[in-house]
């Protein structure tokens, strides 16, 4: 197997984006971006240095002042220009993350959703909002909702655009400016929407964007004194390592959305049929590499043999080139992604019984792992407890409901977890059990809900964002409190 299409974007921006300009880091640092589905290094991308961090954040504090005394809705005009453009770039965004981190152009859907964000967040700033309190006899007390100043976001590398667009939005609506540092994996797409941000005319220093190693600029932002929020999407290891930089430097409120280890369970009563489906597509979409993905499912031992045939039937790819529209199936996103999936692989073959991925895959290059399927894998072993981020999914069996929630309770991750059940009040008692920040019923990751708050029980984060909270997030509290003369 070879990759043969070529790509229809042929150069791509590759710089840093401080204060409104296009620039090469100041010690002219570069790393490689190597595609993940031919081994072969493609561009060479600016890697920010700590003078680059730091120059992205006083860019962002000099543009407080005036972004955060524009009204939400001259803030809010700027989102609404970027939403359009965003849309009409789908075909070239979906190319830069198919080169950079394998994701079939066939699977790309963060435009939109990126567009909605904006849309959404573009008329949200009405949510900014305190509330007044005639409780204290003599008093008229208030609150007031005031943004924080620069805000700053770190991102990872499976669904860089949502995660770009889904932090800065509500974090500018309320008034702050931003500093975005992206994944080394997956920088392309959020330089391109750097370019749609220039295009836009925001004012200088109101977004940043800057790429390159966690070590480096990640860690400049994380100890930062002047920046006040950090938004940050990805691994449990270095949510913890920020969460450590907050406390050494300025006690800076951090969000946290970090991995999981995500059960479904699937009851005797279930629509066997949907839930081989939605676990199937769970376990495989973006080649496993999705916080949520349902990596554990335990079946009603009086319907697994059935489920784990279908199963199996259905867990089959069409995989090759992210390029090429009839591609379903990409390459795990970088050779370090690809050499953890498969130590797992190979633990889990010591412990369990693998039933698929066996057969070896039909490419000789790229980082590609075959949907793989393991069962009867003991529940202490490593398999079972951390995150494997890749198309492999271990299949249990349970007797009852207790037995189940101890198994799918027993990790320190809690994303989320689904149950399949005809039994309503079956599903709400597992609702109810389940340790996890979101439980699908009759339904599974990566199904959300638009309105709903997401985030993590446990290990699996801090804070909640979506819709309907994000931009609380990104607001102080003040209590006013005024003392009113009666004469
Ligand atoms: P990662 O933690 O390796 O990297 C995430 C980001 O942190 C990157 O931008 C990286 O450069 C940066 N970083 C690394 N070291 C840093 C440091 N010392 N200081 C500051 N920044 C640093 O995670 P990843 O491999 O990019 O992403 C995969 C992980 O993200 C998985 O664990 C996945 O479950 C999780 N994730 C969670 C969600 C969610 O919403 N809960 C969504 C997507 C991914």
Redesign the pocket.
């Known amino acids: 197997m070879s990759i043969t299409q070529t790509p229809n974007v042929k150069s791509f921006e590759t710089r840093l984006f401080i204060n409104g300009k296009f620039v090469e880091a100041s010690d002219g640092g570069k790393f490689d971006l190597i595609s993940p589905a031919t081994g072969e290094k493609f561009t060479k991308v600016s890697e920010a240095s700590e003078d680059d961090a730091n120059a992205a954040v006083a860019a962002a504090k000099a543009a407080f002042p005036s972004w955060s005394a524009l009204s939400p809705v001259d803030r809010g005009a700027y989102l609404k220009k970027l939403a359009p453009l965003i849309l009409e770039s789908h075909d070239e965004l979906a190319e830069l993350e198919a080169l950079s981190m394998g994701r079939p152009v066939s699977n790309y859907f963060e435009s939109t959703v990126a567009a909605n964000y904006l849309n959404h967040y573009a008329e949200a700033g009405i949510q900014c909002l305190g509330t007044s309190s005639l409780n204290t006899p003599g008093y008229v007390n208030m609150t007031l909702r005031q943004p924080f100043g620069v805000v700053g976001a770190?991102?990872?590398?499976?669904?860089p655009v949502l995660f770009l667009i889904g932090k800065s939005a509500p974090a500018l609506i309320a008034g702050n400016t931003v500093v975005v540092?992206?994944?080394?994996?997956a920088p392309l797409t959020s330089a391109k929407v750097a370019t749609l941000i220039e295009k836009v005319g925001f004012p200088p220093g109101v977004i940043n964007i800057i790429s390159g190693?966690?070590?480096t600029s990640?860690?400049v932002?994380?100890h930062h004194m002047d920046i006040r929020v950090l938004s940050?999407?990805?691994?449990?290891?270095?949510?913890r390592?920020?969460q450590a930089?907050s406390a050494k430097s300025n006690l800076k409120n951090v969000i946290l959305?970090?991995?999981?280890k995500s059960p479904a369970i699937i009851f005797e009563d279930a629509n066997l049929d949907k839930a081989v489906k939605e676990t199937k597509h769970s376990i495989q979409w973006n080649s496993g590499q999705?916080?949520?993905a349902n990596s554990r499912i335990y079946v009603h031992e009086s319907i697994a043999a059935t489920f784990i045939e279908k199963f199996q039937r259905l867990f089959v790819v069409e995989s090759g080139d992210p390029l090429l529209p009839s591609t379903n199936h990409g390459p795990q996103a970088d050779e370090i992604q690809f050499k953890q999936v498969q130590a797992f692989i190979e633990e889990g073959k010591k412990v369990g019984k693998m039933t698929l991925g066996s057969n070896p895959s039909k490419h000789t290059i790229g980082y590609f792992i075959q949907p793989t399927v393991f069962l009867d894998t003991p529940e202490d072993s490593r398999f079972m407890k951390e995150?494997i981020?890749g198309p492999v999914v271990a299949i249990n069996t349970f007797k009852d409901e207790d037995e189940v929630v101890a198994k799918a309770n027993d990790t320190e991750f809690g994303?989320y977890a689904s149950v399949y059940t005809k039994d309503v009040s079956r599903a709400l008692r597992m609702a109810k059990k389940l340790e996890a920040g979101n439980v699908g019923v009759n339904c599974t990751s990566p199904t959300g809900a638009w309105d709903m708050p997401?985030g993590?029980y446990k290990g699996?984060?801090v804070g909640r964002e979506g819709w309907t909270v994000s931009i609380g997030n990104y607001l102080e509290t003040k209590s006013v409190l005024i003392s009113v003369d009666d004469v």
Request: a neutral charge; charged letters at 15%.
């Open positions: 770190i991102i990872p590398w499976n669904v540092k992206t994944s080394e994996k190693h966690g070590p990640g860690n932002l994380s940050f999407t990805g691994s449990g290891r270095t949510g390592l920020i930089a959305e970090l991995g999981g999705v916080c949520m995150e981020f994303l997401f993590g699996s984060g």
